[in-house]
């Protein structure tokens, strides 16, 4: 069986990519790895843990170490890295953590991967996940392309700006054959509450104010999680080594626009007034070094493989509405614990 590792396969897009990966290749043997931090849940594979060509690794890929260990025993021919730490609030009260996992963690896997293969390249393939917050900000105008140059602003994206360049380099100067793709915000099912969309349906539920950065006027390109998925699958498979790939949804909202359409559909799931949730909308001191516009040109993705979102936001909105609000247990599970301290340290002064 063709030995595949996923990292990070324990968090919202890492668990979409297991399962796709998981149930559309019974032939190949997927090693998930991940450590579990408050963003990783099991629970969201449940589904599919029981199968026989899925194996849970809890490991820290900060540990080189046993990066390289489980290389030497496991012998893997694709790595899909999506582990790291992601948001990017987090990443300006603490970015240590951030270079730690996102920038050493990536050497670590690149170093283990390299030390394997060994020169063997042919079947190999060390696919990077990554971000267009790498790009910096636009203005009113204008797309990320992949030849854009990187100008990132926040720990976070200065530290997957960093990430990318390591997998680049390692391609360039020891050959080792890598795919970098940068995708814009996804939504979609098992997101934690910490981003925009599923903090904003949790705080609606609780009926608990809706912290809005600065005007609300930033933009972001937002595609559905599971097309996500889907293009890594095709580029994992079809992609030329040594290429970067951009995948965006070609679906720009303010926050503003985006979080009243939010209010409006979760009223109506609740039962609730027109209107009802718009009143917890709370304007708050901007995020630092918030970027205003993210819009990426998908162009190539679409003109290579045929690949489009296959969506519509609202469609895709109500879908993750609608999930969230049917597994109440899982908002409850992942809000418990430490999830209170950090809300309170974000949002409890303001
Ligand atoms: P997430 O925070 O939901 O999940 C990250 C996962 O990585 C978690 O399961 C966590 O336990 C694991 N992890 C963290 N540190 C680790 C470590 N040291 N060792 C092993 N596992 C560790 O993140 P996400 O939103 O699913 O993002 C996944 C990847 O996609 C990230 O690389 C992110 O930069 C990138 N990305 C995210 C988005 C988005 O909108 N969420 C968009 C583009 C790219
Ligand atoms: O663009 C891709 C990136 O999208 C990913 O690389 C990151 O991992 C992911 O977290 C996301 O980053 P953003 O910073 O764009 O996502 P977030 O959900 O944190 O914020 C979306 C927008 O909403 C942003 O303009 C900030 C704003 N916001 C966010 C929160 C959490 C608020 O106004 N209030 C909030 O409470």
Redesign the pocket.
């Known amino acids: 069986m063709k030995k595949i590792l996923i990292?990070?396969g324990?968090?919202?897009?890492?668990s979409h990519v297991v399962r796709l990966f998981v149930n559309k290749y019974p032939d190949y043997m997927i090693y998930n790895?991940?450590?579990?931090?408050y963003?990783?849940n099991l629970e969201n594979l449940k589904d599919i843990d029981k199968k026989p060509n899925y194996k849970f690794v809890l490991?820290?890929?900060?540990n080189g170490e046993s990066m390289l260990e489980l290389f030497k025993k496991e012998q893997f021919e694709g790595v899909i890295h999506?582990?790291?730490?992601?948001?990017v609030d987090r990443s300006i009260s603490h970015p240590t953590e951030f270079v730690m996992?996102n920038v050493i963690?990536t050497v670590n896997l690149l170093n283990a991967a390299k030390f394997i293969w060994n020169g063997n390249w042919e079947g190999k393939l060390f696919y990077h996940?990554?971000?267009d917050e790498v790009y910096g900000t636009l203005g009113k105008t204008g797309f990320f392309t992949e030849e854009t140059a990187y100008d990132p602003h926040s720990p976070y994206s200065a530290s997957?700006a960093s990430s990318d360049h390591f997998v680049r380099a390692y391609h360039d100067t020891y050959g080792l054959p890598s795919i970098v793709s940068n995708?814009?915000?996804?939504y979609g099912p098992n997101q934690?509450p910490e981003k925009l969309i599923p903090l904003f349906i949790n705080n609606i539920c609780h009926n608990k104010p809706l912290p809005v950065y600065g005007k609300g006027y930033n933009v972001r390109d937002w595609l559905y999680v599971v097309d996500h998925a889907a293009a890594i699958d095709l580029i994992y498979h079809t992609g030329n080594k040594g290429e970067t790939f951009n995948i965006g949804g070609n679906n720009e909202w303010r926050n503003i626009d985006l979080i009243k359409l939010l209010c409006k559909i979760t009223d109506k799931k609740l039962g609730r007034e027109p209107h009802t949730s718009e009143k917890l909308i709370t304007y708050v001191t901007d995020r630092a070094g918030h970027d205003l516009r993210y819009a990426i040109d998908s162009f190539k993705l679409q003109k290579e493989f045929g690949w489009k979102p296959s969506l519509r936001f609202e469609e895709g909105l109500e879908k993750t509405v609608k999930w969230y609000l049917n597994n109440q247990g899982w908002l409850n599970n992942v809000t418990s614990g430490n999830y209170q301290k950090y809300y309170q340290e974000m949002y409890g002064n303001r």
């Open positions: 990292t990070g324990a968090g919202f897009i890492g790895l991940d450590k579990l931090t963003a990783g490991s820290d890929i900060k999506l582990a790291a730490e992601s948001h996992t963690g996940v990554s971000t997957k995708c814009s915000n996804n934690f």
